[in-house]
């Protein structure tokens, strides 16, 4: 059977299989739990702690300024709920953006209900946030600004460290969701000027469930997971050993091959994007044109649903995805190209690539022999294409 050709990697990244190696002896042989005193404990613990230290060393963070997680949306929940509960007293009030991930979105909404009040700061059609909004949007009563550093959907990068000037300026904490960025452009957490940055290790070739928050140090917080003393009383629960120390060797991988990588995926990337724009008419980029990460193809195609084009890619042994995602039943356009001022019925045609290490260049060539002729098929059905 033919290779699928998977173009879904800001979805999960396969493990890589030094990952899937170095996971293995803390199933069997180290089982050990890292709170026991005895040595096969105290191996396991020797391990969490040196994975701590490589993903630490993949954002230029201290040791002790990472928090290892269930993934990036315990981090991204964890930061806004353990800031609000900590600044109460100080104030109510949040800063973040309308594009970001529902972790972000749908946490905001919580605390909405209990009281806190935030603010969407708007984006330009790019998906860029203006740093100048952030500074206008901050009240006495500023407690945290998140904004992600590169969009998922459209793979928009953030002006983050001239952000963090204006937040820090104000005496505001704050957050980036780095989860699409850690491990494929530089996301060092000084360079960035951030207090809190949430990493996921499915998006950098580590294995599912797993993710880490940074946390700057002096950076008040309160935990929102109680029970034993793990991670230095910040997050309690018995650590999951075997995915953190695969955890440690995808962000040991990715500090070694960041740069060649996202050189690779740039030349694919573009050539996937001057080869459907050429191929195809009535076709738009989605996102900044270069701001953009190294992986990321969204488009959008004038006249045709982006769930019909990523259901017949499959059938094509494509994987693909849309902004409103293939297997959601909600058929709503994507909150991020609508917040973007894509008008909803194009934003219904988006689709999005996002490229990776297993990507070649024959699957760039078959993707544009593939979708130019899936887009001529489904527009040939349109109503909408044959009424323009
Ligand atoms: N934030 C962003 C930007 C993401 O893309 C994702 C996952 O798609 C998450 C957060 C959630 O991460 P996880 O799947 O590890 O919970």
Redesign the pocket.
Known sequence: MKRAIYLDY??TTPARPEVVEAMLPYFTEVFGNPSSIYSCGQEARGAVEEARGKVAALIGAGHDELVFTS????A?NFAFKGVAHARESKGNHIITTPIE?H?VLETCKFLEKRGFQVTYLPVDQYGMVDPDDVRKAITSKTILISV?HAN?EVGTIEPLAEISKIAREAGVYFHT?A??TTGHIPANVNELGVDLL?I?A??LYGPKGV?ALYIRKGTRLVSFMHGGEQESRRRAGTENVPSIAGFGRAAELAGQDMSEEAQRLTLLRDRLINGLSERIESIHLNGHPTKRLPNNVSVTFDFVEGESICLNLDLEGICSSTGSACSSSSLEPSHVLLAMGVPREQAHGSLRFTLGKWTTDEDIDSVLEVVPRVIGKLRAMSPLFKGR
């Open positions: 800001a979805a993934g990036g949306t315990e991204d991930h972790a992600m998922n969701d989860v699409q949430s996921s499915h998006k993710g």
